[in-house]
């Protein structure tokens, strides 16, 4: 099968413009680890895009394709291939579209499909979809043009969130400890988001996880609860994080994320959800449609191969929870160091 690996952000989406730091460093982390589990697959061609600034030594079997920002390439790739796997930020529903695109050449996409990544990826209608099927989530508003936002702000009550409404990582994710860091938030979020719609969410104290998962398109099995390494000053930002977690609501967290993916039909492959484990049990933050972080981490927890575990997902064969060999941390820069 030959599978095209498309990571937007070293791979040409950001061609011709300056790239953040974060996602660069994140984008090229992922995009190493899962072309070297590809490649260890026999049976399969692999070939990316690359935007000349972000090269790295590849793994034997892949072929490499520099990108200047022209769409042809992509689309001519797309035409080449079987397969494509994406990775890609929900940010002005840049994963959402990618998948379209996909979908309309008639390729089999190796993870979630356009109509569940538009799900998943909105955080002004999660709190309802969470809410019907009995999970945690913070309490959410949307700051509509107009809506008096201290208004919103004291029914929430601080400290608080604002965070674009479909954005990846934490992009944009800005906190308010008070009314008078409300407007300077607000401005930060616009500016990082652009144009786009901003929420405004209840700030939730504990210990931040996310989970790892393989779904099928109804059912999903989680891999590894993982800890996460977030600062929360003004900005958010990622620091990497550590796998198992061994934690008391480790298992109730592992059950709150499958019971997620299962309340958002479509979801396939490889899917992180954000939590944070509180006094009164597991909180769902965030849904990610796509390979994340913590990918990192799991490979080189397990004996098996992650990639292979998640194309056989996408075919519909979901595997028993497999067992954690190893305890690891990894960082956003894709570091990755064994604890015992």
Known sequence: MRIFVYEFV?????????????????????????????????????????????????????????????????????????AVWLIAPETDRCLERLAARVERRGKVLLGSGAASVRTAADKSRLPRRLARIGIGHPETSVLASGVNSRITARRIGYPLVIKPS????????????????????????????????LVMQEYVRGQAVSVSLLADGRRAVPLAVNAQRVSASAGFSYRGGATPFDHPLADAAADAASRTCAGIPGLRGYVGVD???????????????????????LRAALDENVAALALAACEGTLPPPPVLRRRVRFTAAGRVVALN
């Open 10 to 82: 070293t791979g040409g989406g950001f061609a011709g413009r300056p790239v953040p730091r974060s996602l660069a460093r994140e984008g090229l982390a992922m995009r190493s680890a899962l072309l070297e589990d590809l490649a260890a697959i026999d049976g399969h061609e692999i070939v990316m895009t690359t935007d000349t600034r972000f090269t790295r030594r590849l793994p034997p079997g892949v072929d490499s394709v520099p990108v200047s920002g022209a769409s042809e390439t992509i689309d001519r790739l797309i035409a080449y291939s079987d």
């Open 166 to 197: 479909r954005g990846a990582g934490c992009q944009g994710v800005r906190l308010a400890r008070h009314a008078r860091e409300l407007g300077v938030a607000i401005d930060a979020a616009h500016r990082a988001n652009g144009t786009g719609p």
């Open 275 to 297: 939590l944070v484990l509180t006094g009164s049990g597991p909180v769902v933050i965030e849904v990610n449609p796509r390979l994340t972080m913590s990918y990192l981490g």
